[in-house]
């Protein structure tokens, strides 16, 4: 069985701290026009949730909305956690047409660490394990 990359071990305690996720009649309209809602639902840790719909249903809408990306026009959504600087850092998204900066995979990576905070003689081992 493969090693974990460094840290591995630590992001499920981190997810499990901020779940769950409560979404209360959340609505979001723009350009006057209902994209979405209202919507309530309560996101678990545990096992996958999985969100489908055709193109157009306000699927990515939704997500941005739980990452906190857009904010709703009505309603509330709530973390566990109440320490916004806890939540963003527990959780990860990617977006439909993800962007890679204009250098080699290995110095995108350094870069996220970055700005994780990871120290910079930290960087090159982490880099190594998670492209391995």
């Known amino acids: 069985m493969p090693e974990s990359a460094p840290g591995a071990a630590a992001a499920p305690q981190r997810v499990a701290a901020i779940l769950p996720l409560r979404l209360e009649a959340v609505t979001f309209e ?4 209902r994209i979405l809602g209202p919507l309530s639902a309560t996101f678990e840790a545990g096992p996958l949730s999985v969100i489908l719909g055709p193109n157009g249903a306000g699927k990515s809408v939704l ?3 739980c990452h906190g990306l857009i904010r709703p026009n009505g309603g ?12 963003r ?3 990860a998204m990617v977006f439909q047409r993800p962007v890679l900066l204009r250098r080699s995979v290995a110095a995108n990576v350094a870069y996220a660490l970055s700005l994780r905070g990871v120290a910079r003689n930290e960087r090159p081992a982490r880099v190594a394990a998670a492209l391995a």
């Open 76 to 87: 509330r959504i709530v973390w566990a956690a109440a320490d916004s600087g806890t939540i």
């Open 30 to 33: 723009a350009a006057g026009k």
């Open 63 to 65: 997500l941005r909305l």
């Open 89 to 91: 850092h527990a959780q």
